[in-house]
């Protein structure tokens, strides 16, 4: 027997499952795939390498050309350390908002897709649903969802992109190209500093050189740019290492992400401080003691996103929400991975960017009716 769900029911099943990137979203997708199952709809799973979570796609309508692929990520950020006034892996309702850690990004816009499947019986072209992984640590998941999508369904004519816009038409986003680095120093007293190569020291300056890269950056800013901010930008968000006051540091790591305009590679600066490393610093470094080094690991390159105004899908977004313009936005997104793999791309979503990721997320009740609105529009307009 099929199940129902209104949307706000769908969306308190999804926040319940706690997907939080560092762990499992096997249970969401185990869920979803009973659900659909239930609706007659099969899906395709697309495993990780670790098997410890999954892709999903599923195709309601008749299997042709034309159709659109509804896509969404599945994990959320951690809640570790915020202060929360209600449970985030519960619904809660107050003041016209509806609070819990995903609300906003990004499991309202699949709750409503999941919840409206029983409306989709008069399709006359395809609706794709695409449930990724591993979005909020570099689209990791995307990549494989893409090809497998595309190698299992006639082509669609457009991809919506989920992601909180508020509902607006978004053209064009940032890319995004994350990497760990590892400074390893050689330990002395630090009573002899000559004698030893600090890597904290050592990743000080480096870090200096990537904000002296980001000031520059900011300098070229185009006060009329579509992004917000207008330039590339260069930040480090967590930094460790060393082990003691008075030791030199023998390791130091830290994490650093490059979010590019569309008209910029994010390799470009990344090349450059890499040979500033090589070439300044680790001669440096290993004339005190050839054992120390550099080291780069690039933990996610996504490419960035830019599409025509005429494009199908830009046009279909925006007939759908009465909307003639269009937006850019600083995050990135798996749009420029669909893109790449030569599909028509919007980005438009409800709920907003602003309340993602926050303690006490929300969506506001106005944002998830525009968002059943949205989808139920689309519905008839692939009925006719």
Known sequence: MSSRYTPLEMLERLVAFPTVSRDSNLALIDFVDEYLAGHGVSAVRSVSPCGRKANLHASIGPLREGGVVLSGHTDVVPV???AWSSDPFVVTARDERLYGRGTADMKSFLAIALALVPEMAALT???????????EVGCLGAPTLIASLLNTVPRPAAVIVGEPTGMRVVTAHKSIFLFATHVRGFEVHSSLQDDGVSAIMFAGRMLAWLGERQRQNRLRALPSAAFAPGYTTVHCGRIEGGTASNITARDCYFLTDIRALP???????????ERFCREELEPEM???????????DVLADVPGFAAGVTEPAVLLAQQLTGQN????VSYAAEAGQFSAAGLSVVVCGPGEIAQAH???EYITTAQFAAGIEFQRRL??????
């Open 80 to 82: 570790d350390g915020q």
């Open 125 to 135: 072209r395809p609706i794709h649903l695409a449930l990724s992984y591993d979005e």
């Open 358 to 360: 926050q303690p006490d």
């Open 263 to 273: 008209t910029e590679r994010a390799e470009d600066h990344f090349r450059a401080f």
């Open 379 to 384: 519905i008839d307009q692939l009925s006719r």
């Open 325 to 328: 313009g269009t937006e850019a």
């Open 286 to 296: 290993q004339a005190v003691e050839p054992s120390c080094h550099i080291r780069f």
